[in-house]
T-cell receptor, first 114, second 112 residues
Framework: DGGITQSPKYLFRKEGQNVTLSCEQN?????MYWYRQDPGQGLRLIYY???????QKGDIAEGYSVSREKKESFPLTVTSAQKNPTAFYLC?????????????FGNGTRLTVT | KNQVEQSPQSLIILEGKNCTLQ??????????LRWYKQDTGRGPVSLTI?????NTKSNGRYTATLDADTKQSSLHITASQLSDSASYIC???????????FGDGTTLTVKP
């Protein structure tokens, strides 16, 4: 089945440690996105990539980094510089023109930093 | 500033009843509006996508309407089922921004 796989589902880290969240898609989509979801709030865009080896900052990129070395993969690193990293992280993909096509989401990674 | 506001914030209905969720937006220039369903602990799943020229679109028991003049959309759920319990998110895209604006969602609980 085509889809987006995020791993792990739950992640626990100590404050001050960097952590990398995995996102893999087999939908052959060019564009991939990372969102953060906090309770009672809308999704906020962290980073997006429209093509391999290129990515752009979203609205809340500070404290995060990404890479796009392969079309299928778009890992997100939450660095120690991110002040409030505990959240639900969602990865999504779409065909190269997202305006008239839906985003396909993974099932998220819940990160807890203590 | 582009904004999407959804109401109500939460809603409880009995199984078999209908309900309507609202979405008002100020995104401009408008490209499309999408409704997603998000089950607890899962990623959102697309229900409908509507462009400027469409004012009604159905997906099974879900019917979305769009009034581009008043910048309002609604999602009507008919004959609700327990599995409809979820968060429903309205997302509006601007044609010149390359990004989407998400509403905070409406949490629907369907009780037996």
């Amino acid at each position: 089945d085509g889809g987006i796989t995020q791993s792990p589902k739950y992640l626990f880290r100590k404050e001050g440690q960097n952590v990398t969240l995995s996102c893999e898609q087999n939908l052959n989509h060019d564009a991939m996105y990372w969102y953060r979801q906090d309770p009672g709030q809308g999704l906020r865009l962290i980073y997006y990539s429209q093509i391999v080896n290129d990515f752009q900052k979203g609205d809340i990129a500070e404290g995060y980094s990404v890479s796009r070395e392969k079309k299928e993969s778009f890992p997100l690193t939450v660095t120690s510089a991110q002040k409030n990293p505990t959240a639900f992280y969602l990865c999504a993909s779409s065909i190269s023109n997202p305006y008239n096509s839906p985003l396909h989401f993974g099932n998220g990674t819940r990160l807890t930093v203590t | 500033k582009n904004q999407v506001e959804q109401s109500p914030q939460s809603l409880i209905i009995l199984e078999g009843k209908n309900c309507t969720l609202q979405c008002n937006y100020t995104v401009s220039p408008f490209s499309n509006l999408r409704w997603y369903k998000q089950d607890t602990g899962r990623g959102p799943v697309s229900l409908t996508i509507m462009t400027f020229s469409e004012n009604t679109k159905s997906n099974g028991r879900y019917t979305a309407t769009l009034d581009a003049d008043t910048k309002q959309s609604s999602l009507h759920i008919t004959a609700s089922q327990l599995s409809d319990s979820a968060s429903y998110i309205c997302v509006v895209s601007a044609s010149d921004a390359g990004k989407s604006t998400f509403g905070d969602g409406t949490t629907l609980t369907v009780k037996p």
